[in-house]
């Protein structure tokens, strides 16, 4: 099995610094240098190598909540994008020992050869009750500065994620066809086989998309199409699909005008489903609004109820922002509410039938409760073609 | 809301008796239940044969029946009550099998009670193996592969599919004997021939081997609207092959990814689905391959375990509570999260700390017992214990055990660099063969240079888990490299203790004491914070004042508010000797606290007990009971008190240091409670108030022991000092026995004297339970014993009111007690011991033992007299006097209430049963009834010796005895029985005129009583024994006897009560009262 050394032991002195003047003293167990970030938490237990490849963390030092990172290695099959687009990483521990069949590399060369810039040994749960109470704060990381006046000052003088617009950093450049479908440990219940060339041709808008969503939708039989997040109504449509999807992405979704434009222009001509990002942008198009939490969601345990059936699903998440419900325009209706907080989870277009999502029912990390939006998605478009 | 308003009153069935495999954490579900349910508006009926729990305190339901669990008086209590619903899944195995008795006798139909729950067919279709692995195969989830078979040519075929090494198990044998792996097919002939042999259906279990595997546990819930959620997974240190209750286990699972924990969650779903448990907690174990992932299910508890007690402690959730809202119709998003409050149930919890369980044995007890781990479980007791890292929590686990441990190694029992160290062979053979102390052997082999991979090879232990046990050692040695302990510095103190290394670690290394060492650490300013455990990972804020320690910067502890803080100190893990009893005396005091003002503290380490539920106190403290985990937390609250004598031995033992360090321990002074254990003091107390005690010495030689044998004479009671539940006591009636034991007993005291007295023969004990405030003494119970002094007080069975005593000598008990507690300044508790001799024709009153402490009779006193002992106590020891509390005169109930123990013998194969003066039971049951007879009668039932009314009872006696057999032979003849015995008392009933039958001896060849016993010819077995031991005629009788289902009477006095019972159940039927009824003035 990979063994690294011990990077508590003799591993450089790492910093975090936060805006309010708070700083934390661990060790580097990732790759030197400086970032800086909005400094969030998230609460699962498992899927660290998910959370790191989710390119909807971009721009953000992400602190797991679980203090034992790291125990099973990292392996290529588990990766949600080619490459970590998160700022920095922030664990308890990072296991030394990586001990799963499944692993390829130790976590801590894994960080270092991508470049991303982790602490350990810090008091995580100090700096989450923190980040609770005082809300999601700018940060910098460093293994280079260690003046704690000089990182509070770079902290404060960082940019935020409002009104920036990330997706730029993590959108694909081109158009490209997906042909991955979902691993053996995911079973999906699929009600049609697929269907070769006659299949419904899914056209995925990329905004920093994680890599389980295009897999979900080509197990179910499409074909899927990949466009970066900038293509218009019209390159959409040319594409000929049969749906269209809008992805998960990193940051604050007002900016985004293309995107609202774009979506306001293909609801009436396709079936859409949204999910993360994707959901905000579907509401910011009918003309909703959007504001920040403040401290998000981000974890594997979050209860949604779909309002129809009283059920609840349990769900991944990982959201800044969230649809505001006051500003709700009348073409959209509520489907799904987040059962701690009441935040909107899910809406629905009333005459076009698009619908979206807060919550990641792809997973990965996190429970598959929530598979039935893509069967939903599915039907949706057959029933349109039949139409 | 859809709580179910066509229900009314609900009944919970308990789990009965503390026995391996199911202990205290059943009083938790059942006692979460009951106040869940009634806090809905229901009424609930309970019935329990456990008077040590605090479910069946009377305020806990609204009918309570302290009855056997049988189906026949359960129905009684059904035909009385008339409840609407049974809820059968919080009282463990044994109240769900009670529930399908009724079920299967048709008592639920013929009074309209509805299963509430799981219904009848979904317990049988988790419960039945063919049924279950057909439900798995339906749903596409792997199971073992495996049939059972009844010849070797049936066995072969099913070879063919499974392949070797395969598992060979015969079906029925007690303990799980005569399983083996099968490596070769001429293994696997004669291991299938001998396990045909060996069952008494000549069956086996041809199964492929899992041995090795990882091993999951998930703790699933659902509601009735089809909601599931997983409240926690546990992975097993320990490999497939060991029981997961002796297995060390670790909460969450450590080395899943996350592909592989949700493919466990969706198999976790589907099971629950397809099984349909409808609304409540069910536990599912799986199987995993190390290499392959290929995973397997186990099996399934449709029922709260004593898993989810541990993962309700391990995350905050309370999963019996829950359980028992989502019978009567809740959804899961209707109901509150406590910790949080603002959040709902619904949801899956999450933690930032990782949880380490570690389970404690008794082999010492049963050195005949096989010590293996195996399948079958062997543990009596567990500890658990929190940390922000797995080796925090592990070592934190280690010193809670209280086993002698202070951690991973580094402390006295530590054999490593001494001249006791292991050698090569005893390393490999301790890792190879799963066994209690394993994880220290670990150490061991690191230390001898062992790799992580060789460990992994041999033991099968995840390599995840043996590096952070190196990471421990490396620690140590680093540590170990430094001159002195001033060398340490601020970060390399701080790096050990969050690696869980405890003070007395430390000061093993570099020689100091353990208070040099926090002297030492306070400088430096390391020490613990408090953090909660909040369900959510600090997502949301906690409302639950739960805590634990750690090593890290911030504190969660709130501040002081108006009242005073009193912390209690509980027993720790269960072990034979201590258990239920004291954490019942805790929960009381922890309830009288907050009655009269007091903020209430729990400190325990326990995750079975109702201490341990974040609702019993203010405060819970989760941590070991060590002088620095308390005296940590002491520093943390300032407690303006301290409890220490309701915990049992635990508290006790720490009671002296933490004096010493400042604590104020409120009660009885720490120096009385020392005088006590002190024999010349305590002998000088005795002459001084004029009483009797036996003649008794002390030695710290063989020479020493033996002149005092001369003083004293025999019968010699001797046993090593120091000692708990009378390990290692023995009777000697003779010179040869004397040396042995004597010897034995300097062996076990490890440089601690022995205890020699002269022992009352045929003297009946009496213990007496009273409460003083230091001016006035009250007595709760007195308790007349059946068996005769000599007999563990723990182990023996015993009445209230006294039966048989007369009134004089009850008046002297009565004396001695209040002078007793007068000169000793007893405030709060005391448990005085009498023995009562014939001595020329008249009663003599000897005191054997005084304890000014709990003792392990409060909770029977309690339920037999209604009295609220351990809660008055508790209000003496804040300062209230007895007569401002209006206590005034001792309880005397109108019933006769009667105590029994109950014993594992079923789960050590050819142990020896016959009673002495070592405890070996290890729970307890109450019967109650207007007579003696019928109290005995329900007793008995409830300990599961069922008393036949028809069939063979075989007598034997020793010598001594034998004068007894003619009449108990006349009466058990009267009573309609036929007599079988061997030679000599054979001869002796025929000439007296008594019908008898002969039996050969086991050395007289076939057929001899064993015959008799597998054939199921005898219903009763009456043999005091002359010689103890397993390999004795007697003693292999009696191990069979206990194979066989057969109820074995070892005692004369036992066998008149069970004479007197018999009689009593011929005479007329068994009735029911509640206690609230019984308790009625």
Redesign the interface.
Known sequence: MPESNNPHADAPVAKLALEDGTVYTGKSVGAGGEVSGEVVFNTAMTGYQEILTDPSYCGQIVTMTYPEIGNYGVNEADIEHQKPALSGFVVRESSRIASNYRSEGSLSDYLVSHNVLAIAGIDTRALVRRIRTEGAMRGVLSTVDLDDESLIEKAKNSPGLVGRDLVREVMPAQHSVWEQGLDEWTAVHLEDPPAGDDAPHVVCLDFGMKWNIPRHIRARGNRVTILPGTASAEEIMQQNPSGVFLSNGPGDPEPLEYAHKTIAELLPQVPVFGICMGHQLLALACGAKTFKLKFGHRGVNQPVQELATSKVEITTQNHGFAVEEESLPDCLEITHRNLNDNTIAGVRHKETGAFSVQYHPEAASGPHDSHYLFEQFQKQMRQTSQA | MPRRNDIKKILLIGSGPIVIGQACEFDYSGTQACKALREEGYEVVLVNSNPATIMTDPDMADATYIEPLTWQMIEKVIAKERPDALLPTLGGQTGLNAAMDLQEHGVLEKYGVEMIGARADVIAKAEERDQFKAAMEKIGLDVCVGETVNSLEEARQVLDRVGLPCVVRPSFTMGGSGSAIAYNRDDFDALVQNGLDQSPVTEVLVEESIIGWKEYEMEVMRDV???V?IICSIENFDAMGVHTGDSITVA????????????M??ASLAVIREIGVETGGSNIQFAVH????RMIVIEMNPRVSRSSALASKATGFPIAKIAAKLAVGY???ELPNDITQ???A?????????VTKIPRFAFEKFPEADATLTTQMKSVGETMAIG???KESLQKALRGLEVGAFGLGCDTKDRWGTENQPDDDEIRARLSTPGDGRIFYIRYAFKAGYS??QIHEITHI???FL??IA?II?QEDRLAALDKLEDVTEDMMR?TKRMGFSDRQLAHLFGKTEMQVRAYRKDLGVTPVY?SVDT??????AYTPYYYSTY???D?LPLEGDQQRVMILGGGPNRIGQGIEFDYCCCHASFALREIGYQSVMVNSNPETVSTDYDTSDMLFFEPLTIEDVLNIHDAIAPEGVIAQFGGQTPLNLARGLSDAGVPIVGTSVDTIEAAEDRELFQALINELDLKQPPSGIARTMDEARRELAEIGFPALVRPSFVLGGRAMEICYDKAQFDRYVAEAFAVAEGQPVLIDRFLEDATEVDVDAVCDGQDCIIMGIMEHIEEAGVHSGDSACAIPPFNLPQHVLGEIREATKKLAHKMNVVGLMNIQFAVKMEDGKPVVYILEVNPRASRTVPFVAKATGARVAGIATKVMMGKTLKELGVDREPIPRHVAIKEAVFPFRKFAGVDIVLGPEMRSTGEVMGVSEKFSLAFAKSQIAANTVLPESGNIFLSLSAPHKHAAVELGRALTGLGFRLLATVGTAAQLTEAGVEVRRVKKIAEGKPNLIDYLKNGDVQLILNTPSGKGARTDEGKIRAAAVQYGVPCITTLAAADAAIRAMEALKAGEMDVLSLQDRYKE
Request: hydrophobic letters at 25%; aromatic letters at 12%; a negative charge.
């Open positions: 609207d089809d909601n959620v969450p699972a450590q080395t899943l990814t996350d592909k592989e924990y949700q493919r969650r969706d190390p290499d392959t992932g959804r899961l998003w603002k959040t709902k619904c949801f899956e919890p999450t933690i930032d700390y990782v922000r890292s797995f992580v991979d995840d390599p995840w590096d952070h990471q490396e790096e953090k959510c990972a600090a997502e949301f804020e890290e910067q911030e969660e």
